[in-house]
């Protein structure tokens, strides 16, 4: 067991774990707390022939898999790559998004004025990156008259940054990213104190590595979320 993370499902090929925002997956400081160093110490997790298998952004809270053994490893990265595995996100953005449901498909590189974030490009060097979303619900007159939208999205591709990156290109930043925002976003993260992107990875499905046994996960909005979209 852990002290800095929720622990979904154990066994003795996969753990499923509800991470916290300002945990980090993995860093090249060595000084830092990371998931990767939590997982061999607590789980005894050889991360050489297991671990890993897919990433939340450090202040992204919600789902993950990590693979406890090579078989599991190599299988789970093989649904990963061929698009089985459902990832569903919750995001609150600024604006009223329309329509209600929509694909954003535009290709992700890394911004050359900014190497630690992306941006839609047609260049050839860009990567695709497909968004699905589905407008869950607008939040009118919580804020006087700010519109926003709760929004849950579905990822094709697992590109670095995709959904932050594709709502900020569409002209509807994450409130509270620190990142991606506009000066209206920004002004009103700082106005509710929220100094982290409102992105949590809420669904997880996937077949099990070993068994083959279609394994469902859900994760409900964190208090800091979901205290903001209950605001009255």
């Keep these: 067991m852990s002290n800095y993370f929720q622990t979904i499902y154990s066994d003795p090929d996969i753990l499923v774990i509800n991470k916290p925002a300002g945990l980090v997956v993995e860093s090249e400081n060595k000084s ?3 998931l990767e160093k939590i ?8 991360l050489a022939r297991s671990g890993i298998v897919h990433r939340l952004d450090r202040y992204t809270s919600g789902l993950m ?28 953005v600024y604006g009223k998004l329309e329509p209600e449901k929509g694909t ?6 890394r911004d050359p004025k900014n190497r630690t974030r992306f941006v839609a490009s047609r260049s050839k060097d860009a990567k695709e ?7 869950e619900k607008y939040i009118v007159g919580a804020y006087g008259h700010t519109p926003l939208t709760l929004v849950k999205v579905n990822l094709l591709t697992g590109r670095t940054h995709q959904i932050r990156a594709h709502l900020f290109a569409i002209g509807f930043p994450v409130i509270g990213d620190q990142v991606y925002k506009t000066p209206l976003s920004q002004e009103f993260s700082r106005k509710i104190g ?11 499905s996937f077949k099990h590595p070993v ?17 903001l979209i209950q605001a009255k």
Excluded: C, W
């Design 65 to 92: 898999v990590v693979a406890k053994n090579e078989k599991a490893l190599v299988d789970l990265q093989n649904q990963f790559a061929s698009h089985q595995v459902k990832k569903v996100y919750s995001a609150l």
């Design 194 to 204: 929220l100094n982290r992107q409102f992105l949590h990875a809420g669904e997880l």
């Design 39 to 46: 997982l061999e110490k607590d789980y005894q997790i050889n």
């Design 104 to 109: 954003i498909n535009l290709a992700l590189k």
């Design 129 to 135: 990156a497909v968004t699905y979303y589905e407008v």
């Design 211 to 227: 068994t083959g046994k279609k394994m469902e996960f859900k994760a409900e909005l964190p208090n800091d979320l979901e205290s």
């Design 32 to 34: 830092d707390l990371t």
